[in-house]
């Protein structure tokens, strides 16, 4: 029997109609309005895409919203006092720089230099220091999105097995603490796989809940799972173009395959992507309940 598809659209679009009546409410009784502002610097199609679809959804829920273009020869001293501008605007709570920067930019001192109380992306080390002992904070976007998808599925994680293949700083490292939390969505056992594991499938063959974020396509196969496993699909790659030149893109894992012998699995595209914006939007909001003083 085929695998349940987790769906990340419909879990997005759920949340997003919660965030749309959250800022409604906060509007009329604490006449706050969410501020967003996303910088970009330079003219990458991808980079400016993404900018697009995060200031389309901001506009959407109600947000107060500011696309901010920069030329990819911006100084880097000149992009700080930019941030720090917005570091000092009320109306903004929330702040994202679009990466990759160019060369010439230390990305690091640009995400540090956003106030912890603005980062909505969850990438300063304030926030992920605090993620990690499980203080309150702003969660990374796309692990915090792995979590809603699993919660909302009904997927049991306490207790179970997980195996996270790949260890970055966005997705490997942040959902493997997460899942070991004493929280909603934890208390699993975690295993965390990398280019240097010796061998991959023994341990992926014990995961009840396996994610995969390799950023190789079709990475895992059929007989690296277990009958039954869940599989969270967080890669997105493009290995071809269709006759009309749309991009053919897969996940991490053979989907095809897997999709036979998992209980549920998340698709590409459809699956994690639009779950990362949503919890943009989610740590937004906030924010701004913060900045308002607002429980």
């Known amino acids: 029997m085929s695998a349940k598809i987790i769906s990340g659209t419909e879990i997005a679009k759920q949340i997003r109609e919660e965030l749309k009546a959250e800022v409604a409410e906060i509007k009329e009784k604490h006449g706050v309005v969410p ?63 679009q990466l990759p920067l160019p060369k010439h930019i230390d990305e690091s001192k640009v995400l540090y230099a956003i106030s912890p109380d603005k980062d909505v992306d969850g990438f300063h080390p304030v926030n992920v220091g605090k993620m990690v002992i499980g203080e309150k904070c702003f969660l990374p976007c796309t692990p915090h999105g792995i979590l809603e998808m ?8 306490s207790g179970a097995e997980v195996v996270v293949v790949g260890r970055s700083n966005i997705v490997g490292k942040p ?10 969505g934890g208390n699993a056992t975690v ?3 990398h280019t240097r594991t010796r061998d991959t499938a023994f341990h992926t063959r014990r995961a009840d809940i396996l994610i ?3 950023g190789r ?5 059929a007989d690296m799972v277990k009958e039954g496993v869940v599989v969270i699909d967080v890669g997105v790659n493009r290995i071809g173009k269709t006759p009309e030149g749309k991009a053919i893109l897969c ?45």
């Not at 107060?64 to 709570?93: A, G, R, T």
């Not at 997460?178 to 909603?184: A, F, G, T």
């Not at 396509?217 to 196969?221: G, L, S």
């Open 191 to 193: 295993t965390v796989c």
């Open 212 to 214: 995969v974020a390799a």
């Open 175 to 184: 959902i493997a603490n997460l899942m070991l939390q004493k929280r909603e």
């Open 35 to 97: 501020g967003l502002v996303t910088i970009l610097v330079g003219e990458n199609p991808a980079s400016i895409s993404y900018v697009t679809a995060k200031q389309r959804t901001a506009h959407d829920l109600g947000f107060h919203s500011i696309q901010d273009n920069q030329p990819d020869d911006i100084k880097e001293d000149e992009l700080l006092s930019l941030i720090e501008k917005y570091n000092n605007d009320d109306s903004i709570h929330g702040i994202l720089v």
């Open 251 to 295: 996940g991490d894992v053979d989907f095809e395959a897997i999709k036979e012998k998992a209980a549920a699995i998340t698709p590409v595209p459809g699956g994690v992507g639009p779950m990362t914006i949503t919890m943009l939007m989610k740590n937004t909001v906030q924010a701004a309940k913060q900045f308002a003083g607002i429980e």
């Open 150 to 157: 699993l919660v909302r599925s009904g997927v049991e994680t």
């Open 217 to 221: 396509p079709k990475v895992i196969t």
